[in-house]
């Protein structure tokens, strides 16, 4: 299904001309406009699905073959020395664009930027809490 108001709708289904990177029946991976860093890519798949919550599973399970499909390409055609794979959901988590997406982005010696969080010091018996309520 698409979403006649989404924008990676119409990206992704080619409504709205994109840089694409790459493509096939569930997915089109294309030039994020804001990129971290050179080659950032972002990967929509062509159904709607606000966020992981709505991804269907199968095109869950089709995810990850793509990223590293891109992920090879960023080290063969623009050399990067590592790769951040990022997918952000809902407001809180820095999610923008209400149609899921996966951040490949390709990181390179001195490019000057953090996707890292500022760890915590639980006590032990906090951590088993929260073991306790996912298990
Ligand atoms: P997020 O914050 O995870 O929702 O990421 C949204 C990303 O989409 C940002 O990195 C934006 O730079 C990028 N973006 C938004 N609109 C477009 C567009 N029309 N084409 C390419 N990238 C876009
Ligand atoms: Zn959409």
Partial sequence: MKLDNCIFCKIANGEIPSRTVYEDADFRAILDLGPATKGHTL?????????????????????????????????????????NLVQNNGEVAGQTVKHFHLHVIPRYEGDGQTILWKPTEPAAEELDGVLAKLK
């Fill in 43 to 83: 990967i929509l798949p062509k159904e709607h699905a606000a966020n992981l919550y709505e991804l269907p599973e199968e095109t869950a399970a089709k995810v990850l073959p793509v990223a590293k499909k891109i992920a090879a390409l960023m080290q063969e055609k623009l050399g990067c020395d590592g790769l």
